[in-house]
C-alpha cells in the first residue's frame, strides 16, 4: 500500500515555473514507476509524464515536452514535477500516482494509487 500526498501547487503566471513534489509513504518507494497526470475542469484526466523504478526510464505528453521535468529521489521517497514555461492551459489539478511495476504506463488504468491533486493555476 503506498499513500500519495502532493504539494506545490498554486498561482503562477504564464512564462513562470512551479515544482510540484509528490511524498510517498512505504518501505517499497523504490518498487513503483510514479506518474503525474492533471485534469482541467470539465475535461478528463490525462497523461502528463513518468518515470519508471529507478529514473533510467520516462515519458512525456507531447503538450509539456520540453517544458516539463519528471524525476524522483528514492531515498526521500518523492517524485518531482518542474514545470517551466507555464500555460494558461496548463491550468488543472495535478495528481501523483503509483504503480506496483517497473515500467511506465501513460493511461490513468495503469496506476492504482492515487494522490489528492493540487492546484495549478497560470494567469495569463
Known amino acids: 500500500q503506498v499513500q500519495l500526498v502532493e504539494s506545490g501547487g498554486g498561482l503562477v503566471q504564464a512564462g513562470g515555473s512551479l515544482r510540484l513534489s509528490c511524498a510517498a509513504s512505504g518501505r517499497t518507494f523504490s518498487r513503483y514507476a510514479m506518474a503525474w497526470f492533471r485534469q482541467a475542469p470539465g475535461n478528463e484526466r490525462e497523461f502528463v509524464t513518468a518515470?519508471?523504478?529507478?529514473?533510467?526510464?520516462?515519458a512525456y505528453a507531447d503538450t509539456v515536452k520540453g517544458r516539463f521535468t519528471i524525476s524522483r529521489d528514492n531515498a526521500k521517497n518523492t517524485v518531482y514535477l518542474q514545470m517551466n514555461s507555464l500555460k494558461p492551459e496548463d491550468t488543472a489539478v495535478y495528481f501523483c500516482a503509483a504503480r506496483n511495476q517497473w515500467a511506465v504506463g501513460v493511461s490513468s488504468a495503469d496506476y492504482q494509487y492515487w494522490g489528492q491533486g493540487t492546484h495549478v493555476t497560470v494567469s495569463s
Open positions: 518515470v519508471s523504478w529507478i529514473g533510467g526510464s520516462n
